[in-house]
């Protein structure tokens, strides 16, 4: 079935929408494009997917929120691929176990290109269609398909370092692009007034429904440190017994410091010269005055106790950053990596990229906030329980995918994020 036909010219915000989604899936697919099918197929844990499933997930997704109900004539790909490939959404039917996705050996790597290529072909053909009173519908949608496919994006850097990890030949994703050496920036605090604050998003741009309904906020004085904790830092807290001194940790965390899961962050290894880490380029020795990276909740707690100083609380770090400009290390810069923190005299440096900085809060929804009906209203609501705030956005989130109100949400023991942090005080 071909479906290229224009039946008019595109308006500007049409224009404007289909290069955005070209330009994502454009993006998806070079990240895979150095990858070896077996690359691609097999999986490193259960909270990882292969980096195959990604790609067909995203794709299952515009097919099933936006080319079955609206394009017509689509049939979907393939009877079994919404069963492959639907990941927690229970209104779209039944799925296959998220632990066992590596066993999924066909649809092949190929397939899975051929089923990429007839969903953004029909998608261009959706949209090229769409008069203007049709993209009112069609263009919130497609939105949350954009920004959903730019977070399995992330999320595919993040599975492959994880999977990369586990080989002992430690292979390089891409390579290592070196950077100027750049000692650490002294580490200092910013001050900030106590009152009523406005926080959560109030716009006409895209923004996800946890991050709204915008409200009040009563927040007490209190500073913020100029960058993120840095490995230089993290090995003084190690050197210090951190991980050996229990009044430094909150009761779950220290359990799992008892059973052995947590010694260093994840990837570190002690090599002939010293410590080295684990990245997206192979192992290296560590940088010390790049921001610590891949430590749990619990760790970046720990660690702020042991400096005498404490998280922020979500409300804080959104106060703080909405007037920084969102410039930092992102995914589109291709170092893949955090790296030390330039500095800045009027605020806050590194508050966006290089690595997503954990809060003191829990991830709940904000006064007045309702989910969307429908499936779609299964995308963040109900995730609302048992995990944590991370805020900023990483080395491996794609440039303009974040905001001063973006709410990122993991459990406290999880560490394959990009997960760093930043520290609060009471003034």
């Known amino acids: 079935m071909r479906l290229k036909d224009r039946t008019?010219?595109?308006?500007?915000?049409t224009h404007h929408l289909l290069a955005r989604f070209h330009a994502v899936r454009r993006l998806s697919e070079d990240l895979a494009r150095d990858?070896?099918?077996?690359?691609?197929?097999?999986?490193?844990?259960?909270?990882?997917?292969?980096?195959?499933?990604?790609?067909?997930?995203?794709?299952?997704?515009f097919e099933t929120f936006l080319l079955v109900p609206h394009l017509p004539g689509y049939e979907p790909a393939h009877p079994q691929f919404a069963y492959l490939f639907n990941s927690y959404y229970e209104a779209a039917g039944a799925r296959h176990a998220r632990f066992a996705r590596g066993l999924i050996t066909r649809p092949t790597v190929t397939e899975v290109a051929g089923y990429r290529a007839r969903v953004t072909e029909a998608m261009d053909a959706l949209?090229?269609?769409?008069?203007?009173?049709?993209?009112?519908?069609?263009?919130?949608l497609v939105d949350?398909?954009?920004?959903?496919?730019?977070?399995?994006?992330?999320?595919?850097?993040?599975?492959?370092?994880?999977?990369?990890?586990?080989?002992?030949?430690?292979?390089?994703?891409?390579?290592?692009?070196?950077?100027?050496?750049?000692?650490?920036e002294a580490l200092a605090f910013f001050d900030y007034p106590g009152g009523i604050f406005e926080i959560g998003y109030a716009g006409d741009a895209f923004a996800y429904d946890n991050e709204g309904p915008r409200h009040g906020v009563l927040l007490r004085p209190f500073r913020l440190a100029s960058r993120a904790v840095t490995n230089g830092e993290w090995r003084?807290?190690?050197?210090?017994?951190?991980?050996?001194?229990?009044?430094?940790?909150?009761?779950?965390?220290?359990?799992?410091?008892?059973?052995?899961?947590?010694?260093?962050?994840?990837?570190?290894?002690?090599?002939?010269?010293?410590?080295?880490?684990?990245?997206?380029?192979?192992?290296?020795?560590?940088?010390?005055?790049?921001?610590?990276?891949?430590?749990?909740?619990?760790?970046?707690?720990?660690y702020a106790r042991w400096a005498g100083k404490r998280l922020p609380t979500e409300a804080e770090w959104e106060v703080?950053?909405?007037?920084?400009?969102?410039?930092?290390?992102?995914?589109?810069?291709?170092?893949?990596?955090?790296?030390a923190a330039?500095?800045?005299?009027?605020?806050?440096?590194?508050?966006?990229g290089d690595v997503w900085e954990w809060t003191a809060s829990p991830y709940v929804?904000?006064?007045?906030?309702?989910?969307?009906?429908?499936?779609?209203?299964?995308?963040?609501?109900?995730?609302?329980?048992?995990?944590?705030?991370?805020?900023?956005?990483?080395?491996?989130?794609?440039?303009?995918?974040?905001?001063?109100?973006?709410?990122?949400?993991?459990?406290?023991?999880?560490?394959?994020?990009?997960?760093?942090?930043?520290?609060?005080?009471?003034?």
């Open 8 to 13: 008019s010219p595109q308006p500007p915000a």
């Open 35 to 61: 990858l070896h099918p077996e690359d691609q197929t097999v999986q490193s844990m259960p909270d990882c997917s292969p980096t195959k499933w990604h790609l067909a997930h995203v794709s299952w997704f």
């Open 127 to 140: 949209l090229s269609r769409a008069d203007e009173g049709r993209m009112e519908t069609l263009a919130p």
């Open 144 to 184: 949350i398909g954009i920004n959903h496919e730019q977070q399995h994006q992330e999320l595919i850097l993040m599975d492959i370092l994880n999977l990369f990890a586990a080989n002992p030949l430690k292979p390089a994703y891409r390579p290592f692009r070196a950077r100027p050496a750049r000692a650490a």
């Open 236 to 302: 003084a807290f190690m050197d210090d017994g951190g991980y050996r001194r229990p009044e430094l940790w909150l009761s779950d965390g220290w359990a799992r410091v008892k059973a052995g899961e947590l010694t260093a962050p994840l990837y570190w290894e002690t090599g002939e010269g010293g410590w080295e880490a684990m990245t997206l380029s192979g192992q290296h020795p560590l940088d010390e005055a790049a921001p610590v990276v891949h430590v749990s909740f619990y760790e970046a707690d720990a």
């Open 320 to 339: 703080a950053a909405r007037d920084r400009p969102l410039a930092g290390h992102f995914l589109d810069g291709g170092a893949l990596r955090p790296l």
């Open 342 to 352: 330039e500095a800045a005299a009027d605020g806050p440096a590194q508050m966006f």
């Open 365 to 427: 929804a904000y006064p007045g906030y309702k989910p969307a009906a429908g499936a779609i209203g299964e995308y963040n609501g109900k995730f609302m329980s048992g995990q944590m705030v991370l805020r900023g956005g990483c080395c491996a989130t794609p440039e303009g995918h974040v905001r001063p109100t973006y709410r990122n949400f993991f459990y406290p023991h999880q560490r394959w994020p990009f997960a760093g942090l930043r520290l609060a005080e009471d003034a």
